[in-house]
């Protein structure tokens, strides 16, 4: 049992109060490339992070799929979507499901699909079998700034560590075989997916979802500089499904051409980076302590009891245990304590005594 509470108190270090950690995070990206399209064009962190700012995140464009020029109007719908031959197969009014548009009543006797009310022309859903950026956000960087709180202890730090200065912060990347690289908050990108043991041409092509694990695990009775963070990461959704693989989402560029509204529609396809911050904090308090020593000194009564039914009721030899546990003790004297007097001596006892409250009573009479 002492083995037990000290494995509890020291190594568990059961000494110590504990903390949750509390924790901000931003984020921000750097790096430039042209498209893969005939019509070559830049895209910087403004084309390629969308939404710009999120919470705890971030989203690269890898891959895109454009349609261009846009208005509202009238035009025929994808031919997978609403097939037709008559007016009456497409009902006006009625929404595409899984289309572009709402139904007009009339059918396109020439593609064999319904017309529909849609911004046109209608999006050509063709994944590109080259990223729209290539290779290039392999060598993209990403800068995460977080901010931790022990609130409990009043410890506040930043995975931009003091020990570091600014022409370190400009020139690193993050290793996690480096002494000083492992405190980087600085990623390319292509190095977060290959620490996690993910494939980048499937991400740069389909999309998907990795984590960035930031772990403060913080020992308070040592130095402030001990206290660091610690990198992990993983590739969240699933790279292997059938069906709806990847990460994609659409939205629009609006411009006007004179009174006219168009817009650009762009199916995203990339890699959203989550950061996920945990981490506990400990510091000496006498009140764990006491309960850990107060908590050992209860289990070994209980230990005393579970002991002993083990004896009494499991092992082989349970009998000769119980024949001798208890010690039955046969006093005569104990038994029987007094000798009482026989019916006789009681009646005689008896007698002398009305005789003698009898004699009382004339006396007092006679007076």
């Not at 990206?29 to 042209?34: D, F, Y």
């Not at 009238?74 to 006006?92: H, I, R, S």
């Not at 040592?222 to 059938?242: G, I, L, Q, W």
Request: include cysteine; charge should be negative.
């Amino acid at each position: 049992m002492f083995s037990f509470n000290s494995y509890a108190i020291i190594y568990k270090k059961g000494y110590q109060e504990t903390d949750l950690v509390v924790s901000s995070v931003t984020t921000k990206m750097k790096g430039t490339t042209m498209t893969n399209y005939a019509a070559r064009q830049l895209w910087d962190v403004a084309d390629y992070v969308v939404p710009p700012e999120e919470t705890n995140a971030v989203f690269v464009t890898t891959n895109a799929v454009i349609t261009s020029n846009q208005v509202q109007g009238v035009c025929g719908e994808d031919v997978q979507f609403a097939l037709c031959t008559t007016d009456k197969d497409c009902p006006k009014d009625v929404y595409v499901r899984s289309g572009n548009g709402i139904r007009n009543g009339s059918c396109n006797q020439e593609t064999g699909s319904c017309f529909i009310y849609a911004w046109c022309p209608v999006e050509n859903d063709t994944l590109p079998n080259k990223p729209l950026l290539g290779d290039a956000p392999r060598n993209f960087t990403l800068l995460i700034k977080n901010t931790i709180e022990f609130q409990k202890f009043g410890f506040t730090k930043r995975n931009i560590l003091d020990r570091t200065d600014e022409n370190f912060l400009h020139n690193c990347t993050y290793h996690r075989n480096d002494d000083m690289g492992k405190f980087c908050p600085i990623f390319e990108l292509s190095q977060i997916v290959e620490d996690a043991g993910a494939d980048w041409e499937d991400l740069a092509l389909n999309g998907g979802v990795m984590g960035i694990f930031i772990a403060w695990d913080c020992d308070l009775d040592k130095s402030y500089t001990s206290c660091v963070p610690e990198y992990a990461f993983r590739r969240m959704d699933k790279s292997d499904s059938k069906l709806a693989k990847g990460y994609s989402f659409r939205y629009p560029i609006y411009f006007h051409e004179g009174d006219v509204q168009h817009r650009q529609l762009v199916k995203a396809y990339g890699i959203r980076f989550e950061v996920i911050v945990s981490g506990q904090a400990g510091k000496f308090s006498i009140v764990p302590v006491l309960l850990q020593v107060g908590s050992g000194i209860a289990l070994l009564g209980i230990a005393t009891v579970i002991c002993d039914l083990m004896v009494m009721y499991v092992v082989k030899k349970r009998q000769y245990y119980k024949d001798n546990k208890y010690q039955l003790i046969q006093d005569e004297e104990a038994l029987f304590p007094l000798d009482l007097p026989n019916d006789e001596d009681n009646a005689a006892a008896n007698a002398d005594e009305r005789g003698a409250l009898t004699s009382s009573k004339s006396r007092l009479y006679a007076e």
